[in-house]
Every structure is written in structure tokens, then in C-alpha cells.
């Protein structure tokens, strides 16, 4: 095996406010199957993008076949032979299999008429198939092939650039089991050929398979690499965690009462043969955590009223409910405060007041008109309470900062009467004086009697915000954790799929 | 008044004096009076229209339905003798039910309101051509409705100038729309499911009923203008009568500050847009411009209003940019176009 042929060398990049990557080193050599692992938000994607010259790292080096420069373009990424395969595929599924590997460079003829070469083009993807070992034709239309399968014919098109270098970007998260053991054997297969991966997973175990090192990532730094005879889960647990978190939790000022809301038995489209039962109790901070993909936004979506819930049964104060739309949800005082929160929570060039009143218009209006003066009396009460910053309350809600956004969303549900409030990622994009005002409002309203379910992805939100902490894996709650239980590795644990051991390390 | 409305109305004053200046004809009471008719009987269906681009739709049958309804009116008051009062009420729910159909159709269906109701337009044409045999109908030798005729295509001397009921029956609708658009809760979901719809169904709107009610109040007015319409021209020849209407609709909301991606428009700026495509139409005439040629000037018009438009807002933008960098003060602009006050 010769040196490395790409080598990042002190890459930083720092967002206003958050340094994203800090001082992180990487060396890729051919043959090598690198694992790039870490939590939600550790900078792997970060690391990526400046790898795919979409990013501009605001420090260090990077050198392709010993040539240093500061960052890449996407062209200069291609041309160094690195190629991605996005978790979100970049496919056209309007489009064949040859045509999809060609898009952009497109074998042409007929001189200036510059007709696409079908025949040449189809020629082309033959070798590939073969050497993917491909159930499919070049010219299966893409609509027709399932997942697994455009995953393959995204390698394809990094084959076809003479990739060096094939970066995954968690290509196992929605495969079956035989379809990722058809993929662990492809990577053997680049391998063999000298292509390099770098396989960035949640799952542990693919690490084990097939990496020759994983580099594991926390906050933006390489915290250490593991060679493939260091390798074990729980080695690669403990680089992942093992930072102090800062202590945010504060205690209820009762004990939970009874259960306010009830899941029972409830199944998602995502995924129907899984099943979620949990209890939300009056007064807690139930935390959802889990791997981004899991179910969890989907059950919440669910229990709105966005989408129907497959089988099982929503519970209310110990009262069945059914919750045919948001607008049902609404009405028996479940509310969600949603992840999207441009696209689903807020409309942007609408001012904060008239953003504030929209769920429930009804209230403030008399014969149907809507009485604006009320409405702006309530929109400055809420500004107050909540500490919106904004020139008044006549601004778009468009013009203001996200933590200033988020606290928009959260006084149109304060404004009503909460009885269950369901958050998707209640701080995210959220600055971090904001995100403190916030979690001081949700201690404050589950002592008013409010119960909180709170999905969240950041650890030392989950773990510093929650009463308990309940684990979603794959569409199913892998296990309930109370305050003595918590630790990242715990969590961790039961994130992957993975049960925890009666007693902490 | 909005921002955008009141340059409109600049611009109506600006192209009407120049008019005036060029043939004195233009201020003529019986110009003005007839030039009044047409917006009365134009911005009803441009104000139906509103109501359906609002919430991110549109509605090609307009002109369609103006024909089928018309004839339809016609035939009933005229061959069945059916009272035109209960006629009147037959038609307008024959709107409101076409609204409902297309409304249902794109909500439930899921297909595109521009394929829908390119059917409908199609469909409405044929129907009223089929009908009627292709003849035009119209009112026999010595029939009359007296009273009908004077409510529907009379005109009352208000202080000299013989206003066209048409207009009165424009301002009605024109304040109640004004009100429901701008005042009510109902008005603000049809902004908000216009501005996002996915937001709007996350706020508790049930967004399908709010579009569907746009389509049928859409129908419901089309309907009443369909009936002004035939009686103002009292034969109708199906194959041509109120076609393109739906262009009109469209010229003069967006005319009036309509984004066709919803969201955005005021009545009174479709009010004023009609006007000025009403205007235009009459320019036409008195200019001594071949007739030929009214689309291409209404077309050119149009098009540099727009233009217009958009150079202003992206200068305030920039302006407004390097003004509010650094700090929160930047986009207020977005917020005056949701309000038309």
C-alpha cells in the first residue's frame, strides 16, 4: 500500500457562533476503508462537505497528491477522484440507470447537434453493472429500482469518475439485512481495487465488518482513531462520549402526577411493523431520544394529527382520543412544536402577531372578524413573557434569529391551553442565551402542570433537560432511562440497537 | 391603501390624463359611464379570481362558465318561463357547485388546479355551444323583464353621471370581499394556507376546506357576474361569449398585486387593476389604434408593470439590505404586501 494520495491537515470551520470543525487531521491512502463515527452534531457532515469542496474551511490545508491548497471546489474535489453517496440519493428517478451514471457528461454524437450517444452511454454502465454483481438493467428507469439498488447505482456514477475516494454518508440506514451484507461486500470489493471509503455509520457493528480504522469525532474534533485491532464497541462508545456535560437540569418543584398522554401500540408508515407504547405524565419532561431516522419525528407527526397513525390508540387524561387531523390535536390541547420550523412551524413574511394568533384566530375575533387590537395585545403580552427580540410586533417573523423564531412558534401554543407539548428538536439552529430562555420555559410549564414530550438529537439537551428519557431504535423504543440511569453512554447504547447492562462501567 | 396600490392608482391617473390630453372624448360622460360598466361587469369575476390565485390556485373555466351560465339564465327566464328571481338562485348555485367540484378536485384528487380547471374551461365551452345548438341565444321579439333588465344593465343618474347598476353591484362585492379578505379569520387562512400551506395545516387550518371554499366562492361570483354579463350583451353566441375572460381575471389580479404562487393580492388592488384594463381597452378606441392590436397593447402594459414592480422591490430589498446589516430592521417589506390596508 502506497501513502496517502489526500491528506486534511488542521481543517477548521467555524459558524458565527459555532466552531463546527476545530484543528481535525485525516489522512486517506488507497485501499482503506476509513469508519468516521460520532454523535449527531459532531461535525462529521461538516467534514464531509469540505471533502466535496462545498464547504470553505476557515483554516488548515488540504493536499491532493501532495499539492497543498486551502480548500477545494466541487470541480477540484471531482477531479482529485472524490465522489459521495449522499444519504439523500442525488438521483433523477425520471431517468434510466445508464442516463443517471452519465448526467452532466452525457456521451454525445452527431456533432453540433450533440445527441445523446445511447448506445455509448449504455456500453459504458455494462462493466459497472457486472462488477457490482447488479440485479438490473442500464436501462431500468430508475422509478422502478428500490433503494438498495440506487444506492448501487450512485457507486456506479463514483466509479465511472474514476473515484479514489467514495464517501458514504450512512448508506446502511435504510437497507435490510441482506442488502447491507451485499454492500459490506462491495466495499471488500472497491477495496481490493484500491478505491479508498470513508464510511460514516451510527452502526457499530458495520464498523467491525469492514473498517481498517475508525476516526471518531466529538464536537468538531478527532478525540482518537481506533486501528482495526483496537476496535470494539465499546471502545468506539467511550471516544464518542466521555465529555463533562455541563449540569442544565433543573428539578421538577413536584413529582410527575398521572399520565397525561398516552401511546399505545402505535405504528408509524415508516415504519408499520413497529410498534411505540409510552406515557408522558403531568408536570414531566419525558426526552425522545435516538438516531436521527428512527421514528421519532414521525411518531410526533402521528400524535398531531399530520399523518394517521397505523393502528394503536392515543390516550388523554385515560380517555381514548381520536386525532383525525392537527386541527383535532389542537382542540384537545396537544401541540407540537415542530422540527421544520420554516417550513412547518412558521409562515416566514407574516408578522409575529399574526403568526402568534393563527391556531387560534377564533378567540380573537367576534362575528368572525378578527379584532386586531386584542390580537396585538396578546402578541406584545407573549414578546414580554417570552423575551422575543424584535423591533415590535408588527416584524416578519422571516427577519428575526432562529432562537427568536423558535420562541414565536412556542407563544402560539402558550397563548392556548397547553395540556401535552410536543417538541422536535426544540433548540436547534437556536443560539445559546436563547436556548437557555427556552429551557427555563419548559421547567416552568410542566410545574404549571403541562406535560412534555421533547425529541431531541443533542445529547447534553436530552440528558440535561429530561425527567426521563425514553430511546427510540428503528421505529421502536429500545428502553426507558430514569434520572439515576442517565449517561451519554446509556443512551448511546440504546440508540444503536443495543440493550444496557444493569450496571454502568 | 398598500404601497403597490397606490402607485397603481398613479398609474391609472398618469395613462387616464394622458388619454384625456390626447382625445378630450375620454372625459365624455357617456365614455366614462360605459368605460364604468365594464369594470363593474369585469371586476366581479377578477375579484373571484383573487380569491382562488390567493390560495396558490387559479381558475382558467372563468370565461367558460360565463358563457355555459349565461345561456343557461337565458334559456330558463326566456323558454321556461321560470321566474328570474328563482332563475337568479338556480344559476348561482350551478357556480358555487361548478366551485365546489374543482375545489374538491384538487384538494382531494390532488391534481393540479391549472389541469382542472383547463378541463372545466373546455368542457363549459362545449357544453354551452351544444346546448344551444351553436346559436346564439338571446331574448325573443317583445320579451322583456322590466324590472330585471333595470337591476341587472340599468344605469341611475347619481349628480349628472348615469352610474351602471353593474358598478354598484362591483362596490357591494367589493366591500364584502374587502372585509372577508382582509378582516376575517376566514380571510387570514386563505392568506396563510396561500403563504405555506404545510405551516398553515401545523397551526390546526384544515387547509383542503379552506381551498375548496376559495374555489366555490370563486363559482358562486362568476356565477352572479355571468348573469350581469348576459344581460348587459342580451344574446350570447356560445362559441365566443366571455372568452379569454379568465386572462382578464388574471391580468387584473396580478395586475392588483397577486403573486401566482399565493399569498399576496389585495381587492383593492384588483379592483384598481381592472380599471386600468378597462382603460386600456378604451385607449384603444379613442387613440384610433387598430383594434387589432388591443391584446398586444394590453400584453405590453402588463409586462412592464410587472417589470416595474419587480425593479422596485428588489431596489428596496437592497436598500433595505445594506441599511439593516448586522441588525433585525431588514425585511419589513414582505409584511405590507400580506396587508392591504
Redesign the interface.
Request: hydrophobic share 45%; aromatic share 14%; no cysteine.
Given at each position: 500500500m502506497s501513502g496517502p494520495f489526500l491528506e486534511l491537515i488542521d481543517i477548521s470551520k467555524s459558524y458565527p457562533g459555532v466552531v463546527a470543525l476545530d484543528r481535525v487531521s485525516l489522512q486517506v491512502s488507497p485501499g482503506e476503508v476509513i469508519a468516521l463515527i460520532g454523535e449527531n452534531g459532531a461535525g462529521k457532515s461538516t467534514l464531509m462537505r469540505v471533502l466535496g469542496g462545498v464547504v470553505e474551511p476557515s483554516g488548515g490545508v488540504i493536499r491532493v497528491d501532495g499539492a497543498a491548497r486551502s480548500s477545494l471546489t466541487v470541480a477540484d474535489a471531482i477531479k482529485a477522484g472524490i465522489a459521495f453517496v449522499h444519504q439523500e440519493l442525488n438521483l433523477f428517478d425520471n431517468l434510466d440507470v445508464a442516463a443517471n451514471v452519465f448526467i452532466g457528461r452525457e456521451p454525445v454524437r452527431g456533432g453540433p447537434l450533440r445527441l445523446i450517444d445511447r448506445k455509448r452511454m449504455h456500453a459504458g454502465v455494462a462493466p459497472l453493472l457486472d462488477r457490482l454483481g447488479c440485479d438490473f438493467a442500464a436501462d431500468a428507469p430508475l422509478a422502478e429500482l428500490s433503494l438498495a439498488q440506487r444506492q448501487l447505482v450512485e457507486i456506479m456514477k463514483a466509479l465511472s469518475l474514476d473515484a479514489r475516494l467514495v464517501i458514504m454518508d450512512e448508506p446502511t440506514s435504510s437497507l435490510t439485512l441482506t442488502e447491507t451484507d451485499r454492500l459490506m461486500r462491495i466495499v471488500a470489493g472497491l477495496k481490493a481495487h484500491g478505491v479508498s471509503i470513508i464510511f460514516i455509520t451510527h452502526r457499530l457493528n458495520e464498523v467491525m465488518q469492514c473498517a481498517d480504522r475508525a476516526v471518531v469525532l466529538r464536537d468538531g474534533r478527532v478525540v482518537g482513531t481506533l486501528t482495526r485491532a483496537e476496535l470494539s464497541p465499546a471502545a468506539m462508545i467511550r471516544l464518542m462520549i466521555g465529555r463533562d456535560l455541563k449540569s442544565l437540569y433543573v428539578p421538577p418543584a413536584a413529582p410527575p402526577g398521572d399520565s397525561v398522554l398516552q401511546i399505545i401500540d402505535a405504528a408509524t408508515d415508516t415504519y408499520p411493523d413497529r410498534t411505540v407504547s409510552l406515557s408522558v405524565r403531568r408536570g414531566e419532561i419525558l426526552g425522545l431520544a435516538g438516531l436521527v431516522g428512527s421514528g421519532r419525528t414521525e411518531l410526533a407527526r402521528a400524535v398531531f394529527g399530520i399523518d394517521r397513525l397505523r393502528g394503536g390508540a392515543i390516550r388523554l387524561d385515560g380517555e381514548l382520543i381520536r386525532i383525525a387531523n392537527p386541527r383535532a390535536a389542537i382542540e384537545q390541547g396537544i401541540y407540537l412544536v415542530p422540527e421544520d420550523r420554516k417550513g412547518s412551524g412558521l409562515l416566514l413574511d407574516v408578522s409575529i402577531t399574526e403568526n402568534i394568533s393563527l391556531p387560534d384566530l377564533a378567540s380573537y375575533s367576534r362575528f368572525w372578524l378578527v379584532d386586531t387590537a386584542r390580537e396585538k395585545e396578546n402578541a406584545m403580552r407573549q414578546r414580554e413573557r417570552l423575551n422575543i427580540r424584535a423591533p415590535d410586533v408588527e416584524t416578519a417573523v422571516g427577519s428575526l434569529s432562529g432562537g427568536n423564531q423558535q420562541k414565536v412558534v412556542l407563544a402560539k401554543w402558550l397563548s392556548m391551553r397547553p395540556k401535552v407539548l410536543i417538541f422536535d428538536e426544540p433548540t436547534r439552529g437556536v443560539d445559546v442565551g436563547a436556548k437557555q430562555e427556552i429551557y427555563d420555559m419548559l421547567r416552568r410549564l410542566t410545574d404549571a402542570g403541562v406535560a412534555i414530550l421533547m425529541i431531541s438529537s443533542d445529547m447534553e439537551e436530552v440528558i440535561g433537560i429530561s425527567d426521563r428519557i425514553a430511546v427510540m431504535h428503528e421505529g421502536a423504543i429500545s428502553g426507558f432511562l430514569d434520572r439515576s440511569q442517565f449517561s451519554e453512554h446509556n443512551v448511546l447504547q440504546l440508540a444503536v440497537g443495543h440493550a444496557i447492562e444493569p450496571e454502568g462501567p | 391603501m398598500s404601497k403597490k396600490d397606490l402607485s397603481l392608482l398613479v398609474l391609472i391617473l398618469l395613462v387616464g390624463t394622458v388619454v384625456a390630453l390626447i382625445n378630450p372624448r375620454f372625459l365624455y360622460v357617456g365614455n366614462l359611464s360605459n368605460t364604468a360598466n365594464q369594470v363593474g361587469l369585469f371586476g366581479i369575476f377578477s375579484i373571484a379570481q383573487a380569491f382562488v390565485i390567493i390560495i396558490g390556485g387559479i381558475e382558467l373555466s372563468v370565461g367558460s362558465v360565463i358563457a355555459l351560465l349565461g345561456v343557461l339564465f337565458i334559456d330558463l327566464i326566456v323558454n321556461h318561463d321560470v321566474d328570474w328571481l328563482v332563475a337568479t338562485a338556480i344559476i348561482v348555485a350551478a357556480g358555487l357547485v361548478i366551485g365546489l367540484v374543482h375545489g374538491t378536485l384538487v384538494t382531494r384528487m390532488r391534481i393540479q388546479a391549472f389541469v382542472v380547471t383547463l378541463c372545466g374551461l373546455l368542457i363549459y365551452r362545449g357544453a354551452a355551444r351544444y346546448y344551444t345548438e351553436d346559436a346564439t341565444a338571446g331574448f325573443g321579439f317583445g320579451a322583456s323583464f322590466p324590472m330585471l333588465e333595470w337591476l341587472a344593465a340599468g344605469r341611475t343618474n347619481v349628480l349628472g353621471f348615469p352610474l351602471p347598476h353593474s358598478v354598484v353591484a362591483l362596490g357591494v362585492v367589493t366591500i364584502i370581499a374587502w372585509?372577508v379578505l382582509h378582516?376575517?379569520?376566514?380571510g387570514?387562512?386563505l392568506?396563510?394556507v396561500g403563504?405555506?400551506e404545510?405551516?398553515?395545516?401545523?397551526?390546526?387550518?384544515?387547509s383542503s376546506r379552506v381551498i375548496i371554499s376559495a374555489y366555490v366562492i370563486c363559482g358562486g361570483l362568476t356565477a352572479f357576474s355571468a348573469i350581469l354579463i348576459a344581460m348587459y350583451t342580451r344574446s350570447i353566441s356560445p362559441a365566443v361569449h366571455g372568452s379569454f375572460y379568465e386572462l382578464y381575471a388574471i391580468a387584473a389580479a396580478v395586475l392588483g398585486g397577486c403573486s401566482l404562487r399565493g399569498g399576496e393580492g389585495s381587492i383593492i388592488g384588483v379592483v384598481l387593476g381592472t380599471v386600468l384594463l378597462q382603460m386600456l381597452q378604451n385607449l384603444v378606441n379613442l387613440l384610433g389604434i387598430p383594434s387589432s392590436l388591443n391584446f398586444a397593447v394590453m400584453g405590453t402594459v402588463i409586462l412592464a408593470g410587472v417589470l416595474g414592480d419587480q425593479y422596485l422591490v428588489q431596489r428596496r430589498h437592497r436598500v433595505g439590505a445594506a441599511k439593516g446589516r448586522g441588525q433585525?430592521?431588514?425585511?419589513?417589506v414582505?409584511?405590507e404586501?400580506?396587508k392591504a390596508e
Open positions: - | 372585509v378582516r376575517s379569520v376566514f387570514r387562512y392568506y396563510a403563504k405555506n404545510e405551516a398553515a395545516r401545523y397551526s390546526g387550518i384544515r433585525a430592521s431588514a425585511a419589513a414582505p409584511i404586501k400580506m
